[in-house]
């Protein structure tokens, strides 16, 4: 039965560069006492929506928890630029609040889960957040440990944008991303997913070059220092594309990250990573279609138990 109840708590943060600033906690209608937690991170132009995750958690006896981010979704305010921010671990405050409130009332270790660019503070949090040792497991579904861009890009535009941005701090580029990902989850073009499309415009929020700069930044720190000693699992498709228009395969593909770069960058998190490609997946693989993400849940919770 699909759950249409979250219960949402508004979490009130320090204020920032822009003013006040509130985070989300979601917490599934299902839960029950005595089981083991688990929080979920949402990736860039992304809030929580994905419902039937936390379904599959329940089902397989876990307690579910997602945040909706600063700036994101739920937590976004008018006087705020959308998906901001000028260091990875600004997000630190709102996971530390998140489980200090969820384990008051489930006091054991918890399973850390983050897409995409909730997997790159997921990855960073767990090797330097307050609360790093309250999580047993990590699951990274697609996780954004590199850019998908050129080498001339690599070589330039990534160094610029410090640069530019130490400038001009809210300078972006304006329209980042492709509309065809949107269009491949969107229940009004090909997908079956319905959503919020001022959470999560089809073309995404301006890129915002204090953004590159902190995700580059974090990005790095994580191929020299990274020492996460709990097991990790690494979900990601076995494809990427780069297609300019609309086709099929971009149904069954990553056209978001470069899976080499996850699979490259991955077991560099950790001493304990399994890498696991599913065959057909999209970039958030919980996302493909219902057979391919029931074979991804399959995975998943073969690899919990």
């Not at 809030?47 to 307690?63: D, I, M, P, S, W």
């Not at 850390?112 to 330097?128: D, E, F, P």
């Not at 000693?229 to 297609?243: C, K, Q, W, Y």
Request: charged letters at 25%.
């Amino acid at each position: 039965m699909m759950i249409t109840e979250f219960k949402t708590t508004t979490l009130e943060l320090e204020d920032d560069y822009e003013g006040r600033v509130i985070a989300t906690l979601i917490e599934s209608p299902k839960n029950v006492s005595g089981n083991q937690p688990v929080l979920y991170l949402h990736g860039f132009n992304d809030y929580f929506f994905q419902t039937h995750v936390a379904e599959q958690f329940n089902k397989n006896g876990y307690n579910f928890f997602a945040l909706d981010l600063r700036k994101y979704g739920r937590s976004l305010l008018p006087h705020q630029h959308p998906n901001y921010c000028r260091s990875i671990t600004e997000y630190f405050e709102e996971i530390n609040r998140s489980v200090e409130i969820i384990q008051k009332d489930h006091d054991q270790k918890m399973i850390l889960i983050g897409h995409s660019t909730g997997g790159l503070i997921a990855s960073v949090y767990l090797n330097i957040g307050k609360y790093r040792d309250h999580f047993e497991r990590l699951i990274l579904n697609s996780p954004f440990l590199d850019f998908n861009i050129n080498l001339f890009q690599r070589l330039f535009l990534l160094p610029l944008a410090g640069v530019i941005s130490f400038l001009f701090p809210y300078a972006a580029q304006k329209k980042p991303f492709s509309h065809l990902y949107g269009a491949s989850i969107s229940q009004s073009k090909y997908g079956e997913w319905k959503y919020n499309k001022d959470w999560k415009p089809m073309k995404g929020f301006p890129a915002y070059y204090k953004w590159v700069y902190a995700v580059n930044r974090a990005q790095k720190k994580l191929r020299k220092h990274s020492r996460i000693n709990i097991p990790i699992l690494i979900l990601h498709s076995e494809r990427s594309v780069r297609p300019d228009k609309w086709k099929d395969i971009l149904m069954r593909s990553d056209m978001v990250l470069n899976v080499d770069h996850i699979r490259k960058y991955g077991v560099m998190l950790g001493p304990k990573v399994t890498l696991e490609p599913v065959n057909d997946a999209i970039h958030d693989v919980y996302l493909s279609r219902i057979e391919v993400r029931k074979k991804a849940f399959e995975t998943t919770f073969h690899w919990l138990d």
